[in-house]
């Protein structure tokens, strides 16, 4: 019978290392009080040793737990979804354990769920919003820092972080206007929207700076495929010399693209369409494939993360932080041939 090894202890490092297991402690936590070089000893005595630290004990000397909770309002949504992945990815690095809840979009759940988190002792909370739009503070004594990602908190002294919509909404019109475009038309979503807004503020200002005037008023709708179908038709009845459009969503691109074949015209020759939030799955099956403008997501989900490390390290930020976009270029802009 072959006897088990019994794993490494703090205090098999510490005699490894020639220190007491106070300065062992102190030097795999991190604390300042340890001399640089007996530090690198501890750990390469840790390493040797293929030392595990005790995840309830290394929380009772550093006074936190190595978890998080991660709050979303939208679980099965494809924005939440590459935050969180985003974010994951930066507390697995660390190796910090998450909680996940989904608050529903609902105020009182959202509640009961942070309760809950705050139950489990969690070091901190990433509160992920359903829409890019301000949204309130939460509300009750939350003794933990706390990051609002992708929309962000209503507080300026909070720590939000954002997808900048009015640079992406830029380098939409940007991206148009180096293809030579200069009839160009906007779509959007719902005017209930800041995003919407934001997005066609980037895009008028591009346009202005280059002496293009957009060939009509912005037009507003649902974020939907057949607003975009609708709304194509009626752009380009008004205005047949219409050869550039941009949407103020993949959705609404993808129905706009499809009237403008049925109307006769070919895209891009014809008409470039350019979108936004680079959904994979509708950008990239779009005939041709469809540009777009991705918010980063995941990058932001990232942010959020290291935002909430510093501030479970006594470093917090306030005010909301935008992180910029990025123009991916296919084919309904720019011909494949």
């Not at 009772?60 to 494809?78: H, I, N, P, W």
């Not at 980037?202 to 293009?212: E, F, I, R, S, Y």
């Not at 010399?241 to 403008?260: H, T």
């Not at 049925?262 to 369409?273: M, N, Q, S, T």
Request: with cysteine; aromatic share 4%; charged share 25%.
């Amino acid at each position: 019978m072959v006897e088990k090894t019994k794993p490494a202890t703090l205090g098999d490092v510490a005699r490894l290392a020639g220190v007491s297991i106070a300065t062992a402690s102190k030097a795999l936590n991190g604390r300042a009080q340890v001399r640089e070089s007996t530090r690198e000893k501890v750990m390469r005595s840790a390493e040797a040793l293929s030392f595990v630290p005790n995840p309830l004990a290394r929380g009772l000397l550093s006074g936190t737990t190595g978890t998080v909770g991660l709050l979303t309002s939208d679980l099965e949504g494809r924005f939440s979804i590459p935050i969180m992945m985003g974010a994951e990815d930066a507390f697995g690095a660390g190796s910090t354990s998450v909680f996940l809840c989904d608050a529903r979009g609902d105020a009182i759940r959202e509640q009961h769920q942070v309760r809950a988190l705050l139950s489990r002792h969690v070091d901190g909370l990433i509160v992920v919003g359903a829409r890019p739009d301000p949204r309130p503070s939460l509300a009750g004594d939350i003794n933990v820092p706390v990051v609002y990602a992708y929309a962000p908190s209503e507080d300026p002294d909070d720590s939000s972080v954002t997808s900048d919509n009015v640079q992406g909404g830029r380098l939409a019109a940007e991206h148009l206007l180096s293809t030579g475009r200069r009839s160009i038309g906007i779509v959007t979503g719902d005017r209930g929207y800041g995003a919407a807004h934001d997005r066609l503020a980037g895009a008028l200002t591009a346009l202005h700076d280059a002496g293009v005037e957009p060939v009509q008023d912005a037009l507003f709708g649902s974020w939907s495929e057949g607003w975009g179908r609708g709304a194509a038709r009626v752009l380009l009845e008004a205005r047949p010399d219409l050869d550039g459009l941009i949407c103020g969503s993949d959705q609404i691109a993808r129905g706009a693209m499809d009237a403008l074949r049925e109307l006769g015209r070919e895209i891009p020759d014809d008409v470039a369409v350019i979108g936004h939030d680079n959904w994979e799955v509708l950008a990239m099956n779009a005939r041709p494939p469809l540009s777009t403008i991705d918010m980063n997501l995941q990058e932001l989900g990232r942010r959020a993360a290291g935002m909430l490390f510093d501030a479970i390290g006594g470093s917090p930020t306030h005010g909301v932080e935008k992180l910029p976009c990025r123009l991916m270029v296919r084919g309904s802009t720019t011909p494949t041939s």
